[in-house]
């Protein structure tokens, strides 16, 4: 079977599973015969995502969040003006879309949730059958539990759900834990997309904390813990665009540019990972044993139910700050889930494959 495939370009959760998931297909002859990924001004695509995915990659412009001055809180308000402003570019982005997918002729069009995947189901109608990946999706299941307050955002958010959805045969939501499906809502609940390098790793424990941040204003609370706690070493990747390799704040923080080998290595080998709460940084480092404080961007409330989601998984805690202190207090108290949760993503493969090409 051919596949193609639409991927959100904000953060790094939804390429690596892009990149899992061609990797299965791969292996059992399948093609993925292009890759879309939705760009921004405020980022750039990660190198690692070119040289693995291992398919034609075309970038058009998508939808993105607006932050404030600081690159800190997400505007709602401001991100919805501002893509209203820019339709007459994304429709010049549904062309593109269309065109690659006449051209590539594609058995299944798998959309990792980026919204424009769903307004070309709803105004092309494609041949190829459309199937929806995203931890976004368990958001829809009866039983899931979301944090208390967030009224507007929870409403906004299933409304980019539902049409990033529209038309979709099926809704394969990514969680960290088995749970019922519901098929009469399209939803089949599925283990995380974790690559190879993920489950091929050795957990070791070097004494650092390791980090992610999704948005880099959130490395000056990082400083500012540091000034008063400079003997713990801290080291935190960010995809801050003009930032160099490695920015030396002093022999113990250093912030890396996003480099995914390097960043598993270090997630392999570091004490406890603290991190914008992202569903798949979440995974891998519970797949890995490592303690987790899940700090949700401000305003991003899809991040704010994941944090709560992974407590309740046992990946470790919530917190509104990067306050490390909170971190370094609960490593003694962390109770290990690796064995548990390595069993539920070294599942993923089968299921995947008999829900796409059976």
């Known amino acids: 079977m051919k596949f193609l495939f639409i ?3 904000e953060g790094r959760g939804h390429m690596t599973q892009a990149i899992s998931l061609s990797d299965m297909l791969r292996s059992e002859g399948h093609q993925v015969v292009q890759v879309m990924v939705g760009k921004s001004k405020r980022r750039e695509i990660p190198p690692f995502f070119f040289q693995k995915i291992k398919a034609e990659v075309t970038q058009f412009d998508s939808p993105n969040f607006v932050v404030d001055a600081k690159d800190k809180r997400i505007h709602m308000g401001r991100t919805m003006i501002s893509n209203v402003f820019r339709i007459s570019t994304f ?14 002729k594609p058995d299944v069009i798998i959309n990792f949730y980026d919204l424009l995947g769903g307004l070309y189901s709803l105004f092309f109608r494609p041949k190829a059958k459309y199937i929806c990946v995203g931890h976004q999706f368990l958001l829809l299941h009866p039983e899931f539990k979301f944090p208390k307050g967030y009224k507007i955002d929870h409403w906004l958010l299933n409304l980019n759900t539902f049409v990033t959805s529209i038309h979709a045969e099926k ?3 990514l969680s960290f834990r088995p749970m019922k499906n519901i098929p009469e809502k399209k939803i089949y609940v599925v283990p995380p997309l974790l690559r190879h390098e993920v489950t091929r ?14 948005n880099s204003g959130y490395a000056e609370d ?3 813990w540091h000034n008063e706690n400079a003997d713990v070493e801290l080291h935190f990747f960010w995809d801050k665009k ?6 030396v704040i002093s022999p113990n923080l250093v912030f890396h540019k996003i480099n995914d080998t390097k960043f598993l290595q270090m997630m392999s080998k570091c004490s406890s990972f603290s991190s914008t709460a992202g569903f798949e940084s979440i995974c891998e480092a519970m ?5 987790i404080m899940m700090v949700p961007t401000y305003g991003h409330f899809e991040q704010a139910c994941n944090a709560l989601d992974g407590s309740i998984a046992g990946a470790g805690f919530k917190s509104d700050t990067f306050n490390l202190t909170a971190m370094l207090e609960y490593i003694p108290k962390y109770k290990d889930i690796s064995f548990e949760f390595r069993k539920w993503a070294d599942s993923s493969k089968s299921l995947f494959l008999n829900l796409l090409t059976r």
């Open 222 to 224: 990082i400083k500012i």
């Open 171 to 173: 809704l394969l939501a």
């Open 287 to 291: 797949y890995l044993g490592k303690p």
């Open 201 to 214: 790793l050795i957990p070791e424990k070097k004494g650092y904390i390791l980090g992610y941040l999704l």
């Open 7 to 9: 991927v959100q370009g």
């Open 242 to 247: 003009d930032a160099p390799e490695e920015l």
């Open 91 to 104: 429709i010049k982005s549904l062309l593109q879309i269309n065109q690659k997918v006449k051209e590539t």
